[in-house]
């Protein structure tokens, strides 16, 4: 699937629950999810600056697609990180670094988080452009 498609089941996805509360419970099942970072990848390297809470962001690339991993140790932000993890990993370095990110604004996220948070989720954002950077240097 391309990150676009990705995209639009994840808006899909929000657009079936009526109220926040029902989409903050759907984010705490998806963080359930997260194809969790290993122990040794939880170092002071990985972690997300401009975080409230701790997150951690490892990257491999393997047959050109970049695959990701993460945790953190707080319920909702585990859940910001799953679904752009969702979105982003297994995708080539290029398409990451020229995909949008709409679809937040799509869902509300944006719009139903605390300021911190949502800081928070241009730094994740950010730190998973970089490492398509990083990763598309490597491929040229």
């Not at 970072?37 to 975080?51: A, L, R, V, W």
């Not at 990180?81 to 982003?88: C, E, H, K, V």
């Not at 990451?96 to 988080?113: R, S, Y």
């Not at 490492?131 to 240097?137: E, L, P, R, V």
Request: with cysteine.
């Amino acid at each position: 699937m391309t990150i676009e498609e990705v995209q639009n089941d994840i808006i899909d996805e929000f657009s079936m629950f009526e109220d926040w509360e029902e989409r903050y419970q759907y984010m705490i099942d998806l963080g359930k999810t997260l194809p969790l970072i290993e122990e040794q990848y939880k170092t002071e390297d990985n972690i997300i600056k401009g975080c409230q809470s701790k997150v951690w962001v490892h990257a491999d690339m393997v047959n050109d697609k970049v695959n990701f991993t993460a945790d953190s140790d707080a319920i909702i932000t585990k859940g910001i990180i799953a679904i752009l993890i969702r979105a982003f990993s297994n995708q080539h370095p290029k398409d990451i670094i020229d995909a949008n990110t709409e679809f937040i604004d799509k869902i509300g996220l944006k719009e139903h988080l605390s300021p911190t948070r949502a800081n928070g989720l241009v730094s994740m954002i950010k730190q998973i452009k970089m490492y398509a950077i990083a990763y598309q240097t490597q491929l040229n």
